[in-house]
T-cell receptor, first 119, second 114 residues
């Protein structure tokens, strides 16, 4: 079974500082994908970054980077130069196979981390 | 290009009624997934459709059903509504692009059951 663990229910960071949001995952598959989404209070899920399990380079998208440590099964999100607009809930998710040997996939989400950026 | 659209955005229903939610994916995306988000259970996978066929289903009762049309638009139906069905229902459209994978969510439909 797939599982995503986000151990930080809430995080605080000062504006312009960097922050790391933790995510560990559990899967027995070799092929999977890892996502980070941002959900502001409006409710919309905003795609931030994607890392495939076979990608050797850490994914980066602007101020977002994914610190992918495959052996440790961790996929931490690093936000550089935090902005007030970064205050939101952040979800880590994994797209993995449904059942062993199946060809269908589903997305499993962690519980989320509420990030607050202070001025 | 246009993002994922969901209608309606807000809905209030009473117990025992049924409801149909609609989702239009990003142009070119053939896969549509549905998720339920509640404060207690978080985000839970409902089902996924690809080319009008249901590929996956989460652990939800048979009251939850869906379908996908030939233009990739998808509908989700919940029959005999219960108070616990109050949630934010999110639809996502996705596309496999080489070794990468894109999945974008719509703004959601907030359903309140009274």
């Amino acid at each position: 079974a797939q599982k995503i663990t986000q151990t930080q229910p809430g995080m605080f960071v000062q504006e312009k500082e960097a922050v790391t949001l933790d995510c560990t995952y559990d899967t027995s598959d070799q092929s999977y994908g890892l996502f980070w989404y941002k959900q502001p209070s409006s409710g919309e899920m905003i795609f931030l970054i994607y890392q495939g399990s076979y990608d050797e380079q850490n994914a980066t998208e602007g101020r977002y980077s994914l610190n992918f440590q495959k052996a440790r099964k961790s996929a931490n999100l690093v936000i550089s130069a935090s902005q007030l607009g970064d205050s939101a809930m952040y979800f880590c998710a994994m797209r993995g196979r449904v059942g062993s040997g199946g060809s269908n996939y589903k997305l499993t989400f962690g519980k989320g981390t509420l990030l607050t950026v202070n001025p | 290009k246009a993002g994922v659209t969901q209608t309606p955005r807000y809905l209030i229903k009473t117990r025992g009624q049924q409801v149909t939610l609609s989702c239009s994916p990003i142009s070119g995306h053939r896969s549509v997934s549905w998720y339920q988000q509640t404060p207690g259970q978080g985000l839970q996978f409902l089902f996924e459709y690809f080319s009008e066929t249901q590929r996956n289903k989460g652990n939800f009762p048979g009251r939850f059903s869906g379908r996908q049309f030939s233009n990739s638009r998808s509908e989700m139906n919940v029959s005999t509504l219960e108070l616990g069905d109050s949630a934010l229902y999110l639809c996502a459209s996705s596309l496999v692009r080489g070794s990468s994978y894109e999945q974008y969510f719509g703004p959601g439909t907030r359903l309140t059951v009274t």
